[in-house]
């Protein structure tokens, strides 16, 4: 594999201190509470690597919502809209720390190869601002934020052990803002929008939507080992995340986006229709 390692530092001392005062939930969690010795090293590693995925997974999005939150500002967006859409970015890297770390308590990150130049698909350049602001608005919160909720929340439901429930309701909290924001502005923005502009933002849907439907094909083809009793590692099993998936995506994104007079192409995408068989 090419590309740079995905790794993480903290500088520590007064700038750690003044982090951790801004989101003092982090260090309130049950850390160091996990007893692994019973679990079996091939259920160890698949959980690390689950959550070392997770985090770049956040850091992804750390991306995507800075690149929506520069594109909202240069489109003039109301202020007050791009004031709540201004702590994204904070959210993104709190998440990204907390599946870290839970990796970090699992016995370690794995190793993820990744392009920093390649990240995030940035919105047209050629598009005028509100186009190209309404364009990654659609592809990363009305498409991904959007689905994010309700599987958190699953996942979040799943879970037995109170470290992986504090760091997945913590995630699902914050998430709860990021998966409407991308509504709300539509909601804002729907009188500005041609015809034309509609279909190109279902263009950029369809986008979205293959893309998370690449995902789910790779969790289908990799299941997580089904969860036993006492399991301090309890995940969602594959099969209902998958069904949970493919609900979300017709009632919390095809449904709203339609209704919104974005055009979804419904056969678009990789293992549409028969991603949970
Ligand atoms: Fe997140
Ligand atoms: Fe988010």
Not at 87 to 105: Q, S
Not at 218 to 236: F, S, T, V
């Amino acid at each position: 594999m090419t590309g740079e390692l995905f790794e993480l530092e903290m500088i520590g001392g007064s700038i750690e201190r003044r982090y951790r005062k801004m989101r003092p939930e982090v260090e309130a969690m049950p850390w160091g509470t996990i007893d692994v010795s019973r679990v079996p090293e091939e259920n160890l590693i698949a959980a690390r690597r689950a959550w070392t995925g997770a985090a770049f997974q956040e850091h992804r999005t750390g991306v995507a919502c800075s690149a929506t939150l520069r594109a909202l500002i240069e489109a003039r967006a109301p202020l007050d809209l791009i004031a709540l859409a201004a702590r994204f970015p904070l959210d993104e890297m709190v998440h990204v720390e907390l599946c870290a770390r839970m990796a970090m308590e699992l016995g370690g990150g794995t190793e993820i190869m990744h392009d920093p130049n390649a990240l995030v698909l940035d919105a047209d350049p050629e598009l005028p601002p509100l186009l190209r602001a309404a364009e990654v608005v659609v592809r990363f919160f009305c498409v991904g934020e959007a689905l994010s909720i309700p599987l958190l929340r699953g996942t979040w439901h799943a879970a037995r052990h109170p470290l992986p429930k504090a760091v997945l309701g913590r995630i699902v909290k914050d998430e709860a803002a990021h998966g409407t924001f991308g509504f709300t502005f539509l909601d804002w923005a729907g009188e500005h929008l041609s015809e034309e502009d509609r279909a190109h933002l279902g263009r950029s849907a369809d986008i979205g939507i293959a893309f998370m439907r690449r995902q789910w094909e790779d969790i289908r083809k990799n299941p997580r080992a089904p969860a036993h009793e006492g399991d301090a590692l309890a995940w969602m099993a594959t099969d209902a995340y998958l069904a949970l998936a493919e609900r979300s995506m017709e009632e919390k994104v095809i449904g709203p986006l339609t209704e919104r007079g974005i055009p979804i192409t419904r056969s678009s995408g990789p293992g549409s229709g028969n991603v949970i068989g």
